[in-house]
Nanobody, 125 residues
Framework: QVQLVESGGGSVQAGGSLRLSCAASRVTYLPYCMGWFRQAPGKEREEIAHIRTGSGDTFYADSVKGRFTVSQNNAQKTLYLQMSNMKPEDSAMYYC??????????????????WGQGAQVTVSS
């Protein structure tokens, strides 16, 4: 059973940066597809980025394209989300997710079998 643990959340002012980490354990390699979702109070969970860990192909939602970067460290079995030029509307609980299936350019939450506990990100204006 894959275990995912996020870290790196916190508070930042608009225009600032944060990096989230998602450490995978109980696996010998990173699952084939890993992604980042976020959910703000009263809103649906939104997929913002995902990566095919074998090829390094990355995909982003329009809302974060050009500001957020997803990356991986295979040796440390860790997924990262570098967030830059942050906006108040980026405030949400951020979750990492993993699947051993092959992911296309678009994914939905139900595709991912494994989820982290979430990391709170707050951006003040």
């Amino acid at each position: 059973q894959v275990q995912l643990v996020e870290s790196g959340g916190g508070s930042v002012q608009a225009g600032g940066s944060l990096r989230l980490s998602c450490a995978a354990s109980r696996v010998t390699y990173l699952p084939y597809c890993m992604g980042w979702f976020r959910q703000a109070p009263g809103k649906e969970r939104e997929e913002i980025a995902h990566i095919r860990t074998g090829s390094g192909d990355t995909f982003y939602a329009d809302s974060v394209k050009g500001r957020f970067t997803v990356s991986q460290n295979n040796a440390q079995k860790t997924l990262y989300l570098q967030m830059s030029n942050m906006k108040p509307e980026d405030s949400a609980m951020y979750y990492c997710a993993a699947s051993f299936g092959w992911c296309g350019a678009t994914v939905v939450a139900s595709f991912f079998a494994y989820w982290g506990q979430g990391a709170q990100v707050t951006v003040s204006s």
